[in-house]
């Protein structure tokens, strides 16, 4: 353990120490061969001009090299993968797309993911809208959004783990260690499989989402909901508005935008998600979606390149119009920046 | 906010309650791994986590001794003892003689076995055993009975998990990915960021426009050709593919749009009269970086660190396609992920293991929450 912690050390050591040494010496190494102290005016002038040119390629230099290499140029080879057979030779058109709308198993994953994007955007914005408007009235408010907001920090797999013990299934008339089962039973319920029910089991799946993101929501909204002036809400409890009212019809309408730019956060962070099936079911019983199947072809049977990279263009088709819409709302509610 | 849209006490309570019942499903599930952690692993399985604080009750077997040991007492002959020998008394409910029906008479009675038979089996263990007739047989009587076993809390769990199941290792090879995977980005973006922002060269406004463009881009679509490209990389030059160098790059590339567009709106939006007072001082651009811009953005520095930590901590996609799902480097979510798979059942193992997964966030979450939700404000945008 001493020795791995060591290791460990002197790993990060190293890494982190490369990357201040190189933008500390880049900037030495501009400094010494273009002095701008200690010569003569004109030289002075000049070097300075110089350094003016190379500087600024220093700073950005290396995030455009990761961003191509980590970025820009995946999306061209991914793209043109997706155009060849397994192995990544042979150019085959569009038969990894034709495969893929033919293939049962992704028609099914796509249906999958339609069902996620219609009930977990919904869900987390409704119960974090509800939740900030509730916790703001009452003196523990802070408190309970605190730990509502307290799974946004737990991993995926974590998450799951928690969520697996929940639906943990006994046999009828054993003791149920499972809290869902137990409940079930305690009210004389059949206990239930619930990961292995049959279409059931995809909203079992996006519960442990909800329960991630709903506390996302809520932060968003309940920051919003402070910047709503207090004047129309004065007004309409002057003219006898009633709490309904007043949240469906002077509260939602003025934070229309953040909605939306919740809701669209939410839906990208949907199409991708993965790790919750790969955990729960690997995509058995029906589950299977967009991601989960993606990472599958990656390595089932040595990995096929070709419909990997296919289905992570659909992903990519899927995810692009929604986020371009997403950073532009974002953009006109904090004016540009 | 300040006006209150419920005036009656009744609607006050609603909300109360409302509100409490939120905080408890939020937080319930938890909870019920965290005690499981700590209980003993027999006790996970006889009941439920909830119960934990009261004694667990459990159907044992247990056999009494052979015909050798009866005695004759008044013309019968008996059998006498205690059903736990030298083990630690436990309570007994009921018991029974059938494995059907394990608990059919209640502790303390005297039980007609038929044929002239009767057993009684007390409370605290000691049993009777009479009959008419000799006792037969090498082996004796088979008894069934409930008993419950005080409430039981220990870490034995963590020290097997921490120890034995590698979870310790995993546990320092998370840290040895995450730590450098939070400042690298750091230092490339910060500095991309002023530049972008502070500093004039030609086709600066295109760049800004290439790098909110690539956070559209989903991390799916780069994982196939970093897999190739980082293959190839490793059979060209004899070296292993699966490095935490390279999974420190792919992080960085992953995270520094995200990272560069945050911390240029923000640095854009310090005051101008700063850097022109420090540049007529004679300071060079790197000096203004490093002695100005540095300190005064120490905020969004703090809610993106907060925020790559916790993404890069808690993935599982980056760190299964770069660094394995086996072996010396596999990081905490990846062993989790495995644990599932083969230690399925073992509840002791796998709510300990989460939760020593999801305590560093938790920390960071608890002592940071100020500037993640400054950060979360700030990058609602974020793709990754």
């Known amino acids: 353990m001493a020795a791995q ?333 | 906010m300040a006006v209150a849209t419920g005036k009656s006490f009744a609607s006050r309570f609603g909300v109360h309650i409302a509100v409490f019942i939120f905080v408890a499903i939020w937080t319930v599930p938890t909870l019920g791994i965290l005690v499981s952690s700590l209980r003993d692993k027999d006790q996970i399985i006889a009941s439920g986590w909830w119960n934990s604080f009261a004694s667990s009750t459990q159907t044992e077997a247990g056999r009494l001794p052979p015909a050798s040991a009866q005695v004759e007492k008044d013309g019968k002959f008996v059998l006498e003892g205690n059903i736990f020998g030298d083990d630690p008394a436990r309570d007994i409910s009921a018991f029974g003689v059938k494995s059907s029906a394990p608990t059919q008479y209640p502790a303390g009675t005297t039980a007609d076995l038929g044929d002239g038979e009767t057993l009684q089996l007390n409370a605290d263990g000691s049993f009777v055993m009479t009959s008419t007739k000799p006792f037969e047989g090498e082996r004796g009587q088979r008894v069934y009975y409930a008993s419950s076993a005080p409430p039981k809390f220990t870490t034995d769990n963590y020290d097997t998990v921490l120890f034995s199941e590698g979870i310790g290792r995993s546990f320092m090879n998370s840290l040895t990915v995450t730590i450098p995977a939070t400042v690298i980005p750091i230092l490339i973006a910060a500095f991309a960021a002023y530049a972008l922002a502070w500093m004039r060269f030609p086709g600066r406004a295109l760049l800004i426009a290439v790098i909110i463009g690539l956070l559209v881009v989903p991390l799916q679509m780069s994982l196939i050709p970093l897999l190739k490209l980082y293959n190839g990389v490793g059979s060209f030059f004899g070296v292993p593919s699966k490095t935490y160098l390279g999974i420190w790059l792919a992080h960085t590339g992953f995270g520094l749009p995200f990272a560069i567009y945050l911390l240029r709106s923000y640095i854009a939006g310090l005051p101008r009269e700063i850097m022109e007072s420090a540049r007529i001082d004679g300071a060079s651009d790197f000096e203004i970086f490093v002695k100005i811009v540095l300190p005064l953005s120490f905020p969004v520095l703090a809610s993106f660190a907060i925020f790559q930590f916790l993404w890069v901590w808690n993935d599982l996609l980056v760190a299964m396609v770069f660094l394995g799902t086996e072996g010396d480097q596999i990081v905490l979510t990846a062993k989790l992920n495995a644990l599932l798979g083969s230690r399925g059942g073992d509840w002791e193992i796998l709510t300990t293991s989460a939760f020593i997964t999801i305590v560093v966030p938790l920390i960071v979450f608890f002592s940071l929450q100020r500037y993640f939700v400054r950060g979360l404000l700030a990058g609602s945008v974020k793709g990754g």
């Open chain 1, 5 to 337: 912690i060591f290791s460990a050390i002197t790993v990060i050591i190293i890494g982190v120490g490369g990357c201040v040494a190189y933008f500390w010496g880049a900037n030495k190494l501009v400094d010494i061969i273009f002095p701008s102290r200690g010569v003569a005016g004109a030289a002075a002038i000049d070097n300075l001009r110089r350094q003016g040119l190379i500087r600024p390629w220093l700073f950005v230099g290396p995030a455009m090299i990761i961003l191509t290499i980590y970025l820009i140029y995946p999306v061209v080879e991914t793209l043109r993968l997706s155009f060849l057979d397994r192995g990544g030779a042979n150019f085959v058109g569009f038969t990894n797309y034709e495969w893929a709308f033919g293939d049962r198993e992704f028609r099914s994953s796509i249906l999958n993911n339609i069902i996620w994007l219609a009930v977990v955007p919904a869900a987390c914005t409704f119960l974090g809208l509800i939740i900030a408007v509730l916790t703001d009235k009452i003196w523990w408010g802070t408190i309970a959004k605190s730990l509502i907001f307290l799974p946004l920090a737990i991993s995926f797999v974590g998450a799951s783990v928690i969520w697996k013990f929940i639906y943990e299934y006994r046999g009828a008339g054993q003791t149920q260690i499972g809290l869902l089962n137990a409940i079930i039973q305690y009210f004389g319920g059949q206990p239930q499989v619930w990961i292995s029910l049959p279409f059931w089991n995809n909203f079992f799946l996006m519960i442990i989402l909800i329960w991630i993101q709903t506390g996302f929501a809520m932060v968003i909204l309940s920051s919003a909901l402070r910047g709503i002036p207090e004047e129309t809400l004065e007004a309409a409890v002057i003219d006898g508005a009633n709490p309904f009212q007043i949240f469906w019809k002077i509260m939602v309408p003025q934070i229309w935008g953040t909605i939306a730019v919740v809701w669209t956060t939410i839906t990208i962070l949907v199409l991708k998600v993965f790790d919750i099936v790969l955990t729960m079911t690997n995509g058995q019983w029906n589950s299977q979606v967009l991601a989960n199947l993606m990472f599958d072809w990656m390595f089932r049977g040595g990995g096929d390149f070709g419909r990997g990279a296919t289905i992570a263009i659909i992903i990519m088709i899927a995810v692009i119009p929604i986020m371009v819409w997403n950073i532009r709302q974002a953009n006109k509610e904090t004016g540009g920046h």
